[in-house]
């Protein structure tokens, strides 16, 4: 199964290469259109001339046949044809690379509909951004994590973290059900999220950060234990209400994949 899968890609890359190349025209990368051409695109000799490998092996990678592109040429492709964001993206996908210029490609910013969305959702609700910052949330989030969210940010000072509250905050160990369990999973979800960046020096810094403030961060992150961020019923003792129950829902937009949509149900 694993090769057919790539077997597949390979077949999808080479479709995906000709499609960018017959829709690419001369005239824009300085060659001439001439009279001759069978298509209105580019040669396969003039794209590889682009990114600066031999035609046999561009010709190769078009036809599906097994051979290692490496980053860096898939990065000279997508900078030479001047692939959208999402076609490069899935030409590194396609191609099995992790593409080196992603971590820059992307901003953690929320958009701004995503932002006043929150405010027409009564249950509470906040966006966390790649690194787990809390990149926006509503008045029923500030209610309910009071002492946190509730509290005024000064300019310059850095977003709430998730990770942070969770190992930092002294109260989040009493408002948190069974926090133990939670922070072991909280930990094992954020590797999982950050599993295609953990290279990237702001992941380092903040992996370091909690490493050295807390033990039990440093303890759960040297398990390596990995799972998918899930919903589910998630409980709390508030210092106002008592124990709360909520279920949580986590979407991802689909046009910002780093943002994740939290929401928390009243049971």
């Not at 590194?92 to 959702?121: C, H, K, V």
Request: hydrophobic share 40%; charged share 25%; proline share 6%.
């Amino acid at each position: 199964m694993k090769n057919e899968a790539a077997i597949a890609r390979r077949k999808e890359l080479g479709e995906f290469l000709q499609i960018i190349r017959n829709r690419s025209q001369p005239a824009d990368f300085g060659l001439p259109a001439g009279n001759r051409r069978r298509t209105s695109g580019l040669r396969r000799e003039e794209m590889a001339q682009l990114i600066g490998i031999s035609p046999t092996w561009y010709t190769w990678i078009e036809q599906g046949r097994e051979v290692n592109v490496s980053a860096e040429t898939l990065d000279r492709l997508a900078i030479a044809l001047h692939l959208t964001r999402s076609e490069r993206a899935y030409l590194f996908e396609m191609a099995d690379r992790r593409d080196p210029q992603g971590s820059l490609a992307e901003s953690d910013d929320a958009p701004t509909l995503l932002i006043e969305l929150l405010n027409d959702i009564q249950v509470p609700a906040y966006l966390m951004g790649r690194y787990w910052d809390i990149l926006g949330w509503n008045a029923a989030a500030a209610e309910l994590f009071t002492g946190w969210l509730d509290q005024p940010r000064q300019a310059g000072e850095p977003l709430p973290n998730m990770l942070r509250y969770v190992f930092l905050a002294p109260q989040a160990r009493s408002f948190l059900l069974d926090w133990d369990s939670r922070a072991r999973r909280i930990t094992a979800e954020f590797r999982a999220d950050c599993r295609s960046r953990l290279e990237e020096p702001a992941l380092l810094r903040l992996v370091e950060e909690l490493s050295a403030a807390s033990p039990d961060f440093a303890r759960f992150w040297k398990q390596h234990n990995v799972l998918e961020r899930q919903g589910g019923e998630r409980g709390f003792l508030h210092p106002l209400r008592g124990q709360i129950h909520y279920q949580q829902v986590s979407l991802r937009p689909g046009e910002s994949e780093h943002v994740k949509f939290v929401m928390l149900r009243p049971q």
